[in-house]
């Protein structure tokens, strides 16, 4: 290929090269040990034929070229055939011998001779070519007696050859014919010029040099009679016409890089476009795994660095991932059947929706795929990694490919489906603004300006809102925005925050599909928000209720993982701690304030997320705060009814004739837990009145007014107190629970009970994260080393609910709590410790009365098996009781009861706390995680596995001889699985009423109900 066009980018040129000073490929070696076997080969009259052999676009003409440079003009006389001119087979004597006499000396007599010869020898051999047999062992016979019955002016064929010969053996100057591209030849031309090669052209001091593809000569060859589709046979009669075979050497890798780093640096520098150090990394990591794995010759480098500086200008340079555009510009010219698979799958193939079921859902290219799309064997594997590093979604793995798929955004990749379209589109988008002005506009904001490029913006972001094309391009507009503003300096964020809070207004309203632009506006201000210090927000900002809602949202994006738990920590930093943390502090209780101001305004009201300021202020200040100001504001005389209206919940339903919104529901329980029964009865009349009359279901869901609204709640409210007067368990909540779980096998030794079994045992463990599998020690524990992992769970166990519990039994048991000890572990996979109460009362004691409760605690960490990056916490935590050696005052009895209930049951409200103290342990899982892991917030939600066990039966050890009972039968364990987040008292209520109903237990709920809510 040719190298003069490297300077200035010229790569579509295909000239060879003509002096050993141009070559790039360090032939120089083999160009001069070619050129002394042809002066061996020229000392001799004997024709030979060389053929240089080498696959297409491996510079094999230029090497000849270097070859005929280095050889002695004064010696050598060199012709070229051009196998592309011949028309047909008569045409390949008459170019041949015309070659050889072009390539004589014209002015020496034995020249002139010789010439004259060629000429007379030239005019018979024509029409005797296509007499000329294949070659074989009866080939000379055979030509020799067709040609005999071929006279000139009574002179044969044979007698001319001879005279030919004579006079090229007085000349005695050796003559190099080249015939080059002999792989681009038809199967009738390529027998012609081996024909005339082999026979006709056999003249003494006339010697070839053939250039082809070996395999190529073959596979034509096949499909002649010669070989008739026989491999071996067109082997055999090559190595009959070609004497002496030279390889072409191929380019080594270091050559090829240099070929193609120039190549992308000169493509890039017209382009005026750069790479980061990551976009390097990764193009060295697609040029060794890909591109030059099946890009081994200059001229296909060559081809590909055209396409890349014809259409990296077209797209542009600053608006694509360089390294992507490559990649995909090399598919597209290399294995054009996959490149129109891809394009016709662009779509799902960067669709995020579809991740969290890849498998059922991606497009296949598999090796087997990319086989039936004409990609060849040997290079489908290279190819199928190639495409999972463009398009992650192709990956197996779920996690993985959601991981890498969020990575990617903004960074302008081809995954990205804001950008997809411009590597598919090979030329600028004229309806979308460039990254390039973008990025200027950005600037601009932040450098309290607004120019041409603003402008640009801002009518980009004011789409025809009943358009979805229109609004799906402000969309994307808004996202990459977001993007190219990660580079902004915290008060240059601040700068653009005030921009980006005008534009909802525009932007806000449902479009086509019911959802507008304005959700990506909430992204950029997420990712402002993330950055910015200095100039605090707009006072207008936190005092608008149409800013509010993108104002929680973006805070909520902007906010580490797990979000809930930093917006927690940062709501409860001094005020001037951070940027952020003022911001969140400020908007959170504007929210507050709305959400009474909003109740107050009644059915005047706009309408306005309020249930959402509710949930965003739970995340922040927790459940028990956000009851307790509810609860405080109801004393204050906030509308029941209204603020139940507020918690309505709202769906968006798509029909056949659009998008409508309707009431979907309302949590009566949960409204019921928040506000109190007793303080819901007291409102009875105002409840009436909101209601009117009315049941829940005979009102029109479609009408969301707050008016509407109001009456559904306060009628669902109503229909909840008439149903708790006869059956109060309607009224106890019912935390969600897990059927599949993976504590089915996680039975641990807590407590030594030194061979006695416990009357009644307690048991909780804390699963973090919620999951379908406990913590493996495959991949060791996590956390400080062992010594200081015992302190931590020892000084956590202390101060955890089950202790305290234990600790307030000293006065009416009297007990006195044994200090907690570990008693196993196993590095930093797990560690279990114990604990008990002991006797007070002095004396001989047996074993069980001296020691009368155990506690015991399991701590286990390590990772979960199917995902082996994912951290795991498994906290248990059980507490037992040898209540048949107590008395009714739970001291020491002298002799064991035989009595059910045992004198020193349980209280059913004692066995309340008892429980609510065990499930308040979630709490100590979750600090322990903190204290383990100071880099990591502990996960929002849990699993919690709650069981009871006891030897004589439910009756023995709680006192519930008030309730009735159907049947007798004795059931010893009783358990439950919940999804935990908050509110223990409502798992250990709702554990409570399941246990008694299990055990046959009638009319308990209103007691339970009794302890979970009681009056004020």
Partial sequence: MAVSGLPDGSWWVDDPIDEPGEDLFGRGPFVSRAVALLDQIGSRPSSTVVGLVGPWGSGKTSTIRMIVANLNPDRWGVTWINPWALSGPDAVVTELLGAIRAAVPEKASAGTRVRQQLSRYGALATPALSMVPVVGSAATAMANEAIQRLTDQGTTLGEQADQVRDALLALARPTLVVIDDVDRLQPEQLLAVFRAVRVLGRLPHVHYVLAYDQQTVLDVLSTTPIADKHGARAVAFLEKIVTLRLEQPPVRLEHAESLFNTGCAGALGRASASLSEDAQRRLVEEREALLLRVL??????????????????????????????????????????????????????????????????????????????????????????????????????????????????????????????????????????????????????????????????????????????????????????????????????????????????????????????????????????????????????????????????????????????????????????????????????????????????????????????????????????????????????????????????????????????????FDKAAFLGRIGRHRISAARAQLDSAAAGTRPGALDRADVSWANRRRFAASALIEALDAGITEPGRLLPAPPEEQRHPFTNHRPSLMNDGGEPLDLTLQVAVLLPAGDETPTGAHNGWGPPAGTREEILLAAMRSAPISGWLRARHSDWGIAAEPWAISDANGRHYTTAQSGARAATPGALGMRQALPVRVGAQLITGHAAQSPSQQSLLLTVGIGFHLAELDERHRPAEARARVVPLPAAFTLHGLFELTDALVRCAQTAKALWMQLDDQSPPPETALLHLSLTTAEGLPAVVDLSIYPRRGTAVRNQYFKVYQYRSGSRDIAAAALRDWLSEAGYRHHEQAILDMWDPAP
């Fill in 296 to 665: 081994t010759e200059p001229r296909s480098v060559a081809r590909l660095l055209t396409q890349v500086d014809i259409y990296l200008p077209l797209v542009g340079a600053s608006e694509v991932d360089f390294v992507d555009f490559i990649t995909l510009t090399f598919l597209r010219i290399t294995y054009p059947r996959l490149y129109q698979a891809i394009a016709m799958h662009r779509t799902a193939l960067v669709d995020a929706t579809e991740i969290a079921e890849p498998s059922r859902r991606r497009p296949e290219f598999d090796e087997e795929a990319l086989a039936q799309l004409d990609v060849p064997a040997a290079h489908t594997g290279r190819v199928a990694d190639a495409l999972q590093r463009l398009f992650p979604r192709l990956t197996t793995d779920p996690v993985r490919s959601t991981v890498a798929q969020h990575r990617r955004r903004g960074q302008r990749r081809v995954s990205d489906p804001d950008y997809t379209e411009r590597y598919f589109a090979l030329t600028s988008i004229i309806d979308e603004i460039s990254d390039g002005s973008l990025a200027q506009a950005i600037r601009e904001l932040a450098d309290g300006r607004r120019g041409v490029a603003t402008e640009d913006l801002t009518a980009a972001l004011r789409p025809d809102l009943t358009d979805a094309q229109a609004c799906s391009r402000a969309a994307r507009t808004l996202r990459r925005a977001a993007s190219l503003s990660a580079e902004l300096s915290g008060s240059e964020a601040a700068a653009v925050i005030p921009y980006v809070l005008d534009q909802f207004d525009h932007l806000r309203g449902p479009a086509a599909g019911g959802f507008g632009p304005d959700e990506e506006a909430t992204v950029w201000l997420a990712a402002l928000l993330q950055q910015a210090d200095g100039k605090p927000l707009p006072p207008t900002a936190l005092g608008d209720p149409g800013l509010l809602p993108y104002l929680l949202n973006a805070i909520r994006m902007a906010v580490p993982e797990p979000a809930d738990a930093t917006i927690a920590n940062l709501a409860a930093q001094p005020p001037g701690s951070s940027w952020l943390a003022d911001v969140v502090q400020a908007t959170y209780e504007a929210a507050w304030a709305r959400v009474q101001e909003h109740t107050c305004l009644g059915d005047t009201a706009p309408i306005e997320p309020v249930s959402l300021y509710i949930s965003r202020l739970e995340s922040a200040f927790g459940d028990a705060d956000v009851d307790r100001r509810i609860t405080a504001a109801v004393n204050d005389g906030l509308p029941v009814a209204d603020l139940a209206a507020r918690l309505v919940d709202i769906e968006v339903a798509f029909t056949s004739t659009g998008t409508h919104t309707r009431i979907s529901g």
